[in-house]
């Protein structure tokens, strides 16, 4: 993971709050950077325990798979989550390197 996917990472850790109140299961099924394993897991961990349970356990396998901050941001914005997805974008664009 590069520097400014973890800072993505940070940042939705610090603020969990905004970010637990998805649907994990619709986020996963649009992310192209998810296995079939991830997906069927956090179906069944939904499925079992609740979207907001099973959150923090989404960002963990989003954070191992390259790409996952774009697609992330590509998923939340077809997914109706169109400000988190600019407060995101906001955070990678301004943590890449200056060319």
């Known amino acids: 993971m590069g520097f400014a996917e973890e800072k993505v990472y940070d940042y939705i850790m610090k603020n969990l709050r ?9 986020l996963a099924d ?6 079939d394993a991830d997906r069927d897991e956090l179906h069944a961990r ?5 979207s907001q349970a099973t959150v923090y356990k989404f960002y963990q396998h ?3 798979r ?3 901050v774009r697609d992330l941001i590509e998923a939340l914005r077809q997914n109706n989550a169109g400000d988190l997805a600019d407060e995101l974008q906001h955070v990678y664009d301004s943590w890449q390197p200056r060319r």
């Open 18 to 26: 905004n970010f637990r109140n998805i649907r994990v299961a619709s």
């Open 30 to 35: 649009s992310l192209s950077c998810l296995t």
């Open 46 to 50: 939904e499925e079992a325990r609740g």
């Open 62 to 64: 989003l954070k191992c």
């Open 66 to 68: 390259q790409g996952w």
